[in-house]
Structure formats: structure tokens, C-alpha cells
């Protein structure tokens, strides 16, 4: 029976999570959050002129943290969007909660408002953002995301990328149409082909994977990636044995390699020792399955 | 004077006035409007003045050029046609208008072409419609229509619960464990001891847990795409993948 009903003991999880402006912009429109008591971490990046992208991305987190928490204790709320085939429970929570934010962001950003009114308008905010959760449950994570926010783990000295871009220069890098250095190097890297905010519906990618002891787990907004290599990050990951004080070195070295965008990142080490040998599994989870 | 403004899906990749002389549209440089893309045919097509009209030749090309949707030999273009090559439009206006943002007004969805290092959003409806027509007219024909495999596992050697699997779920794990799908068997056999992944795009991976799987017979270092007829070896199991139809 797969429960929703989960806890992380303190003493088997460590996690930590910064996010920071960056040298080059004003604002901060990246956001993140955490509901330890659900295992669950939620990081947005949100965009759209003036306060908007923070708005978003605030709205985003919250809004998902909120519907899991409602789902907690009720859980027969109903679910928003279309069920995800062979994914667990859990998986269709967090696609529903994000279905629920990109309603809320859309709600938000002004559509659906009157545009054939003759009165100036507001103009639409064109708010928008992208989204990377992550939930632990039994012995196993659920990864869903929408845009270029991304999940990563370092399992030994495994150092994966959980998440697919859904950028317009991934998607070509995918069909094999550009290399990795063409789509760095490309003006069309900033283009999102998902994104929350933008349609009615949001189509949620859903995955799940084993969680192992010994597993760190890493959710980052795109200033983070921009700046620092695969190899760095996983260094960092791999020597830094603190949750927090990882995630603060990740913001630090992003900053000194440039900063050109806000930077976040949310930390998640699952018992274990950093870089150890892969231990068992199961044993840092109490109090699922009731 | 008219113009052409080559575009993927919103942003704008380049502008070129049609005036006296021919504008050639192809992926080699020596082209006016170079469009880098394997879709596109090194010499594709040309925009050419005859007696004061707009003109569009394709050259014979492989994939096409269409003009608001339809494949065309020799046309004439008049301001507002959309011309497609590849995944790319041009679209053909005269430069009394102003643009620089997509000719729509679909309101709070609209998605404009932004500052350098701003992130975009595109408007999805019109990118769906736009990705739906090339995928009718375009190159994408040529690719074999997507067909529902079902992936299975089937068992060669070694002690599990069942002979095949059918992997329908994200996450399949090989292991002991309750949460097991293919459940091995026996004392030492560990709780997990590999995982399938199957992806958005339904294509399936298989990666390390407790132990290192190897397909073909060569360990894998990485999350690793699986073919069909794939041979899989982990914890003293050996499984063929194999999709069917």
C-alpha cells in the first residue's frame, strides 16, 4: 500500500538551500521551499518584467507546498490534471500541486482577464516560471519538473542530471539537431518550450528513481548550471560533507565565476556519507506505509 | 521596401530587404539568408523581383518550401506570408510595418522576444499549431510514426519471482525489496540491485543501485537508453529487453 504519509528523521536526512541574486541583477526571482515533514523540496525561477518573476516563482512554491500539505490531510482531495501512467501516488500529487500553480501563476499573470475591454488594460505581466520538486517516499524519489530548473544526483561518484530540459535547445540537442557546445553557444538558449503561467494546462514530467543511502541530491536554478561545469558541482557535492555549507559553496563559487543570474540551490543528502560506498537502502525513512 | 525575417518558432534569427537583387535561401554561407539546419538544403530556394512582384523558387529541395502551409514550386509572395524551410518560417512583410514581436495578439498567452539573456516562454498554442504543420508538411514525415511498444523483460537466467516483466511503470527496480517488481530470489541477493527507468518520451534506462548492471556484457558507468533485444546481466540475473508491438 503506498502511503502519503511519510517522515524524514532529522538524523538520517540533511539537507540545505540557499538562493542568492547573483552580480548581475537587481532582483531575486528564484524561490525555493521545504516541507521536511512531507520529504518534499520545491525550487522555482520565475520570470516576467518588474516584481513578476518573483511573484511567480513565489506563488509556485507555495501553491505546491500547500496542495501537498491539503493532500496530507485530505486525502481524498481531488487531483488536478490527468493521471500519470505507472507513477506512484506521490509522483501524482506533486503533478497535480503543479498543475494547481501553473492555474494560480496563470490566474495571476492577468489571463482570463477581459482583453476586449476598451479600458487600458493592464497589460499582461507575462509572468511565468519554471518549477523542480522533489519528494521522498518508501524507498524511492519522485522528480517532477517543467523548464529548465534541474534535478541532479551524485550517487558514489555518479554525478546524473535527473531532469530534461525542456528549452528549445535541449530538445534539439536530443534529436541529435545541435551538440551540447552549439546549444551553450546558441542565442536561442533561453527559450523555454514549457514553462507554468503560459496555457491553460501544463504538461508535468514525471519520473522516479531509486533513493539509496548515501545518495545527494541537488535542485538549482539555470545561474547555477550557467556558471559552474558538471564536474565542479560534483566535486563540491562529493567533498563538502554539510548539507548547508554545500549549498552555500555552490552560491559562492557561481558568484565568483561570473554570478550572471540569481542562483539557487536546495541540498538533500540521504544518510550516509558523501562519495561513501552505497549502503543499504530503506533504513533513513520512518513512518511510511502506516 | 519588403523584407524577409527568418524566425524559429518566435525569435527572430535575421532580416534581409528584398530589393533588386535575389535573396538565396539555403544552408551553405554563400547564401543571403543562411538557415543552419539539416532540414534545409544547401541551395533551397530564392526570393526574386520580376517585374515589381515578390517571387519564391525552391530549388528541387528535399524537404520543401511552403508557403502558408502549402508546398509550392514558384509563387508570389505578397506581405503576411509565412514561408516555411525546415522547422524555420520567414515571414514576408514590408518594412512600413513594424515588427519585431509575433503578428498575434493572443493576449495574456503572447509571448514576446525579450532582451538578450531574459528568459523566454513561448506561446504554446501557437507553437503547437506551428510544430503541428510542419510535422504535417515538414522534414517529420520521413520520420516512422511513433507506435506504442510495449517494453518487456524477459528472463534468460538466474532466480526471480516471474519469467517476463512487462515494464509499464516510471520506475521498475530489480531487487529484493518490497518495492521490487522483478523480485530476485535467494540470501544474498540484494534489495535493490538495478533500476529501469521509462522516460517521458517512453524510451527506458537502466541504471546502477546497489550493484552495477552491464548490457551486452559491458558495465555501464551511467543511466543508460535501452534497445531492443538489449541484454542485461546484474546480481546473477540475465534479461533480455525487448519491445513489442
Redesign the interface.
Known sequence: MSSLTKQITAATIDFGARSDTGRARENNEDSFKVASELGLFILS?G?GGLDAGEVASKLTVETVCAHCRDAEADPNLPLEGDR?????DV?NRLASAIQVANRIV?SA?????D?NSAAPNPA?R?M?ATVVALQFF???VSIVHVG?SRGYRL?GT?F?QLT?DHS?VAQQVREG?MTEAEAEAS??K??????L???SAVEV??????A?DGDTYLLCS?GLTRELSDAQIAGLLGETQNAQAAADRLIDLANQAGG??NITAVVIRVGGKPGGT?G???RWITGYGN | MPKLTLKFDQAILGEVPVGAKEVSIGRSPDNALVIDNPAVSHYHARVFNEEGRMMLEDFGSMNGTFVNGQRVKMVMLKPGDSVTVGKHTIVVSDSRELDGFAPSGNGAAKAAVSKINETVMLDTKERREFLAKVAAVGESVQVAPTRVMVATLVIRKGKTDRKEYTLQDKLTVVGKSAMATVKLKGWFAPKAAAQINRREDNSYYIGAADKTPSINGTPISHPTKLSSGDVLAVAGIEMEFVLRD
Do not use: F, H, Y
Request: hydrophobic fraction near 35%; glycine fraction near 16%.
Open positions: 525561477d520570470m500519470a501512467e505507472g507513477a506512484s509522483s496563470r499573470a492577468g489571463a482570463g482577464a482583453t499582461p507575462g511565468g518508501d524507498e524511492r529548465d550517487r555518479e546524473v530534461d528549445l539537431r542565442p536561442l533561453n527559450v523555454l518550450m514549457r514553462a503561467g503560459v496555457d514530467e514525471v519520473d522516479e528513481e531509486i539509496l539555470d550572471g543570474d552505497l543499504r537502502i530503506g
